[in-house]
């Protein structure tokens, strides 16, 4: 990457380049100066990933009235109702202004094609073949890249936020660029960092989903909300890279069967196969716990036969081509499955403008807690989410403290150094290494598909060690004394990674906390989070899970 200056100064920074972050920074306002910080470059994130499609009732046979019945349904009594109802009132108007940005979605003649998913009541699906992700944030990336008010800022890190003391509002973000530490000032912080699936052994997000944006709030004292509630889909290719096969294969008429051939998903629900994800993750795991010998490797049968051959070319050549890549010819045999973390229901606590508890600080996408999921998402909301909220910052109304602008002499001249031997490096890097390999097979194994209280309990008290060694370790000293408006830089080799390799650890040891600490405080099981020891829904827990800083309570 060449060496390009950054302001000291935005008047909106977006922090994130997936569906939500690119589609907000073209709606936000075309007066404002707007940075998109994205750790890698701008194709790759977990929206580049969905292959479903989008969700919206634009057929004469649908309504938004039909779509929000079947969220509610999904999401278990958890759901906000009034942002449902908001979602699904303005898919049509948001689906339109995609297509007037050209996303080519697939189509019928002159009318957008639509397919069924699990759990929707009728065909609102919008695909582009199987890459409807891509489709959408290629578009996208080429409209922000495009426009003259937005600077795309790649391969930067953020690692904190920077709120001003007295008032308590966000002002800015400190980033690593390019070799240093910077602080950054902003009259509005908008995260959109997707997931955090990378927290799990077995995940379907792409290695950039490290839970950062909700780390990086919660660490500044942002209200988070459910973070137990994980979707796990229940289809990903035994492979590496735990590729997604869509929900809408089975949508398309394949069949989930064990080593004997036998379509076992009935014996779990009426509904075998098209059962809500959670219920299908279930009773593959559950099936699996009778027959197999190894959990982790084991997997069951997705065959596509039952479907025409014309139509599997049609609707799924990406999912032909990846097949095909590991020896799998789906026309003559099953595709080996197994559930894989999917989708992090919980998130960063907002309202319907996407405003979180910390003034000057938004939050998007899968990032944030909208409400619109409740206990489990409906197929195909996810990407509708980034848009229709993205849509919303278009009414972003900058508050007046931006008016000072930021001098060199706010931001401290010379930068701090990081000096630290080759050995002391050596030696944190193993460390790092090491807590990376770990934990996601202790979040995997404790707060997988199912939980229960012990080792739950035990996951917390080794999470909370491995916390303090990390915190221990130079480096984390270092950067963690720093203040707003010192900037460093650091004298390491492959600097870049190594400060990669400590932020997203950082990151990925408190939502493994958060996670851990929200699935043992619901003592029931409901839609994304199912407790073996606590196999039923209670009605006294249809409340939401509220956690500020290292407090725990229940939504009135």
């Not at 003034?359 to 206990?375: D, K, M």
């Not at 000072?404 to 050596?426: A, G």
């Not at 830089?489 to 492959?494: A, G, Q, R, S, T």
């Not at 073996?532 to 290292?550: A, G, M, R």
Request: overall charge negative.
């Amino acid at each position: 990457m060449s060496q390009i200056d950054i302001p000291n100064q935005f008047d909106v920074l977006v922090v994130g380049a997936g569906a939500a972050g690119l589609y907000t920074a073209l709606c936000l306002p075309e007066s404002l100066q707007v940075g998109l910080i994205t750790k890698e470059t701008v194709t790759l994130s977990a929206s580049d990933w969905a292959q479903g499609g989008i969700a919206a009732a634009v057929s004469p046979e649908d309504s938004p009235q039909l779509h929000i019945e079947d969220t509610l349904k999904a999401g278990a009594g958890l759901c906000d109702v009034a942002a449902v109802k908001f979602l699904a009132e303005q898919a049509p108007t948001c689906i339109q202004s995609l297509v007037n940005l050209g996303v080519a979605f697939d189509r019928h003649g002159n009318t957008l094609a639509l397919t069924l998913e699990a759990a929707h009541s009728r065909h609102r699906v919008l695909h582009a073949a199987d890459t409807t992700g891509r489709e959408v944030t290629t578009t996208l990336t080429a409209q922000v890249l495009r426009r003259q008010n937005i600077q795309v800022i790649q391969q930067a890190l953020a690692l904190s936020l920077w709120i001003e003391p007295e008032t308590g509002r966000c002002q800015g973000i400190s980033l690593f660029y390019q070799g240093q530490v910077k602080w950054i000032k902003a009259g509005a912080i908008i995260l959109a960092t997707g997931g955090g699936g990378q927290v799990f052994a077995q995940t379907t997000n792409p290695a950039v989903s490290t839970g950062d944006g909700v780390a990086i709030a919660w660490r500044a004292g942002a209200i988070l909300r459910d973070l137990e509630f994980v979707q796990f889909h229940p289809t990903a290719l035994t492979k590496p890279g735990r590729f997604l096969i869509s929900e809408a294969v089975r949508g398309e008429g394949a069949h989930l069967v064990d080593n004997e051939g036998k379509r076992f998903a009935f014996d779990y629900h009426p509904a075998g196969e098209l059962a809500p994800r959670d219920v299908v993750s279930r009773a593959i795991f559950s099936h699996l716990q009778h027959t197999a010998d190894d959990l982790a490797t084991a997997n069951v049968w997705l065959d596509m036969r039952p479907i025409p051959a014309d139509k599997i070319r049609q609707r799924f050549p990406n999912i032909i081509n990846v097949c095909q890549h590991w020896g799998i010819d789906v026309f003559n045999q099953p595709i080996p499955v197994a559930p894989a973390a999917h989708y992090w229901m919980g998130g960063i606590f907002t309202d319907l403008q996407n405003r979180t508890n910390i003034p000057g600080l938004y939050a998007l996408g899968e990032t944030a807690s909208t409400g619109v999921h409740g206990a489990n998402r409906l197929a195909s909301n996810s990407l509708l989410e980034c848009i229709v909220f993205g849509a919303q910052m278009a009414n972003l109304e900058l508050d007046a403290f931006m008016q000072d602008d930021v001098k060199k002499s706010d931001l401290q001249s010379s930068p701090l150094s990081c000096i630290l031997s080759t050995s002391d490096w050596q030696h944190q890097q193993l460390q790092m290494e090491a807590l990376r390999e770990k934990l996601p097979r202790l979040v995997w194994q404790s707060a997988g598909i199912c939980r229960e209280k012990s080792s739950l309990e035990n996951a917390i008290k080794t999470i909370e060690f491995w916390q303090q060694d990390f915190a221990n370790l130079p480096l984390s000293k270092f950067l963690q004394s720093l203040l707003p408006t010192e900037s460093a830089n650091f004298n390491l080799p492959n600097i870049d990674q190594q400060l990669r390799l400590w932020a997203e650890t950082r990151n990925l040891l408190d939502v493994a906390y958060l996670i851990i600490k929200s699935a043992a405080f619901r003592t029931e099981s409901r839609g994304g989070h199912y407790r073996l020891d606590y196999p039923l829904s209670n009605p006294d827990w249809q409340v939401h899970t509220i956690i500020q800083n290292h407090c725990w309570w229940k939504s009135h």
